[in-house]
């Protein structure tokens, strides 16, 4: 398996694998206490002689020393696995937030340059009269018009201009185009005469 910090970058199951091999170690370093034990409680640090400086009789010499070379091996083994599975979580760690921060750089990029494309709005809808042409045709409060029939940031002056495209369109569909959240939105809007006051509402 590839050492973390080596060539390829490291991945989830690379991590799972660490962490096997570290549960792995841990079972081998509990069967050898559990050995020593077994051993009248023979410990990591208990003499192997008797009062008399001669081997201790009453436990397997050959099995106390080899569970104990072999604790401190795995231990050993223990503490590299452990700081791999510490070096490769913080890899991916690292990984994950350059990626979240790319991706979050990539949509502000793409609103910034749709915020570019967008026209220049001339006016703001402040209010719609539920029932009015305006509303039927789904014109919202807060829509900014870019265009509306042939009049657009270019050429617009004043209110009168859409007054008078009002006027000349009565009962013929309008194009109207409005910026709605930060979007560019088409509607279409046919002046007429309704209960309320306007061709529009």
């Not at 069967?31 to 436990?59: N, S």
């Not at 452990?82 to 750089?105: C, T, W, Y």
Request: hydrophobic share 35%.
């Amino acid at each position: 398996m590839a050492e973390p910090g080596g060539g390829r970058p490291v991945t989830v199951s690379d991590v799972q694998q660490l962490v096997r091999r570290k549960d792995e170690i841990e079972a081998q370093i509990k069967a050898c206490y559990e050995l020593l034990e077994g051993q009248k409680g023979v410990g990591m640090h208990e003499p192997l002689v008797d009062a008399e400086g001669f081997p201790r009789a009453d436990i397997d010499l050959y099995q106390v020393r080899t569970a104990r070379h072999n604790i401190i091996c795995l231990q050993n083994d223990h503490k590299a696995v452990m700081k791999q599975v510490e070096e490769a979580l913080h890899q991916l760690h690292a990984r994950e937030k350059e990626k979240h921060a790319r991706d979050e750089a990539e949509a502000l990029a793409e609103a910034m340059s749709q915020k570019q494309n967008l026209p220049q709005a001339f006016a703001k809808v402040n209010a719609v009269t539920p029932g009015s042409p305006a509303s039927v045709s789904g014109l919202q409060v807060d829509d900014e018009i870019v265009e509306f029939g042939s009049v657009n940031a270019n050429n617009f002056q004043n209110l009168q201009n859409i007054a008078t495209v009002v006027q000349h369109s009565e009962g013929r569909p309008l194009s109207v185009t409005v910026i709605r959240g930060g979007r560019r939105v088409h509607v279409g809007l046919t002046p007429k005469r309704w209960s309320g006051k306007g061709l529009l509402g």
